[in-house]
Structures are given as C-alpha cells and as structure tokens.
C-alpha cells in the first residue's frame, strides 16, 4: 500500500508546489473575490459523474480518467495595481526553474498568459496556466498524464479557462466567465 501513496503524495507536492508560486493568502486579502477549486482524483471521479456521454462533455470524462488533480487559483480585484506584475514574472521565472517549459507566452502592456509544461520525457504530465489580467489573476494546475489535443475538452469547465487551438499550433486562451455569459 504505501507504494500507490509515494506517487501520490509526489503529486500532491508538486500540485502545492505550484500553487505556492505566489503568495495568494496575501494576494486575496487585497481581492474583491476570490475562487479556489481543489480536485484530486477522488473528487474528479466523482466530478466526471456529473457530466454527459456525448460530444465535449464524453471527451473530458477520458481525459478526467487519465488526470491526478486540478488546481485553480483566482482571484479578482477592484481595481488596477493591487497585485505586482513583477510577482507574476517572478512565479514564471520559479516555474522554468522548476524545470517546467513555456509552450504558450502572451504578453501586453497590461495582460500577460503563460502556459508550461512539464514532462517525463514522453508524456506531459502537468500542466500549468497562469493569466494576469489588470484585475483578474489565475493560476490554473492540472497534474497527470495529458494529451493536449484533449485539454479543449475541458475548457468553460469546473472553472478552466477556455484554449482553443488554431492553425500552425497557436493557441487562444479565452476565461470561462467570458464564455458562461
């Protein structure tokens, strides 16, 4: 038995290591709102229950299936500079350090997405998206083996932003509230 926890609990470090990359008890004490969906596998077996079996919703039952954890950190504010961009630079920074590859790096004057991976040389198994927006930021973790031709699938669910793929293997992150409404 304690064989199956090693990796569990590896996973669950690494999932909290990565929630750890900002400081976000004092982030939202500064927020008008915040959100924090913590899924490991027990809850996203029960998660997937809830969903359909036909078209999106089928897809992101097997992808659920293959998926150790979902981490989501949000936090919303009342208005522009109550969070440090530099905080935001920094956790990219902690993250290639932490040996995870930038596939996806967006930035503006004000707004900045960032999507990393990490394998095991093989298979991606983790995958992180951290967006700041001049008053929104999220910190997306999704740990376990992922195909990311499956991870639309999961978009606009359980608070996963949106990515759409597009020709010549761009990518388009959209933020669920915007397509809820």
């Not at 596998?41 to 079996?53: E, H, Q, R, S, T």
């Not at 097997?62 to 935001?88: C, H, N, P, T």
């Not at 997306?140 to 010549?168: C, R, T």
């Amino acid at each position: 038995m304690k064989f199956l926890l090693i990796p569990a609990l590896a996973v669950c470090a690494c999932a909290q290591d990565v929630v750890k990359l900002l400081d976000w008890d004092k982030l939202a004490a500064k927020a008008k709102e915040t959100t924090n969906i913590n899924l490991d596998g027990n809850m996203l077996g029960l998660a997937k229950n809830f969903l359909g079996d036909k078209g999106d919703e089928a897809k992101a039952k097997g992808l659920m299936e293959k998926l150790k954890g979902v981490y989501i950190r949000s936090l919303q504010f009342s208005g522009e500079g109550e969070y440090s961009m530099a905080d935001v630079d920094a956790a990219r920074n902690k993250l290639t350090s932490m040996n995870w590859s930038p596939i996806v790096d967006v930035k503006s004057k004000k707004e900045t997405t960032g999507i990393f991976v990490k394998t095991d040389g093989k298979t991606i198994t983790g995958l992180v998206i951290l967006a700041a927006e001049p008053r929104e930021l999220t910190l997306v973790n999704i740990a376990g083996n992922i195909d990311p031709s499956e991870l639309q699938a999961l978009g606009g669910k359980f608070g996963i932003p949106n990515i759409h793929m597009q020709g010549g293997g761009k990518s388009a992150v959209k933020g669920s509230k915007d397509d809820e409404e």
